[in-house]
């Protein structure tokens, strides 16, 4: 069965630091790998996933992430958080099972505080 | 607009009602899901419907029912609605790009809160 696993269940970074969540996935064929972001009251958007290609891949609002197979992760990284990323960050896989779309597996989520 | 849109945002209700939240999308996509958010902010997939045929049906009681009445509408139905029924519910949808190459990259509605009281 496929999981995702999201070791950070809070982190709090000061502005202008760097920014890495953690997430370890296990999945059963090809992995496509997602991260979402949610704010406070609001619905999910998608910062950048992972299908196949470079694993070094950029998103919006100045993310990226590394798809590393040996080691069945995906983490999210950003060089110098901002106020404005304080949110609820979910990594998800998900992928083609053959009889049709697979719903994505989500972690729990790492909820991101920033400190002034 | 909106690329996938569900109404209402919020539905507070009694137990034992029958509720109804409903989703669509404009982006032309073939396959629409519903997921759960709980209180602790834990999303899991309840169903999906591909071209208006149910794909997927994870361990959902069965007072909740989907209804796809065409390709851009799937509603979700609760019958006898329960207190654990409260939670927040996330439409989304995907395009399968093509056998085998499919992206199931999904689009979010905005959620819709359902206390039930």
């Known amino acids: 069965a496929q999981s995702v696993t999201q070791p950070d269940i809070h982190i709090t970074v000061s502005e202008g630091a760097s920014l890495e969540l953690r997430c370890n996935y296990s999945y059963g064929a090809t992995p496509y790998l997602f991260w979402y972001v949610q704010s406070p009251g609001q619905g999910l958007q998608l910062l950048l996933k992972y299908f196949s290609g470079d694993t070094l891949v950029q998103g919006i609002k100045g993310f990226e992430a590394e798809f590393k197979r040996s080691q069945s992760s995906f983490n999210l990284r950003k060089p110098s958080v901002h106020w404005s990323d304080a949110a609820e960050y979910f990594c998800a896989v998900g992928g083609f099972s053959g009889g049709g779309a697979d719903g994505l597996t989500f972690g729990k989520g790492t909820h991101l505080i920033i400190q002034p | 607009d909106t690329a996938v849109s569900q109404t209402p945002k919020y539905l507070v209700t009694q137990m034992g009602n029958d509720k109804s939240i409903k989703c669509e999308q404009n982006?032309?996509?073939?396959?629409m899901y519903w997921y759960k958010q709980d209180s602790k902010k834990f999303l899991k997939i309840m169903f999906s419907?591909?071209?208006?045929?149910?794909?997927i049906n994870e361990t959902v009681p069965n007072r909740f029912s989907p209804k796809s009445p065409d390709k851009a509408h799937l509603n979700l139905h609760i019958n006898s609605l329960e207190l654990g029924d409260s939670a927040v519910y996330f439409c989304a949808s995907s395009q399968e790009v093509s056998r085998g190459g499919y992206s199931n990259e999904q689009f979010f509605g905005p959620g819709t809160r359902l206390t039930v009281l």
């Open positions: 419907y591909n071209n208006k045929e149910l794909i």
């Open positions: 982006l032309g996509h073939d396959t």
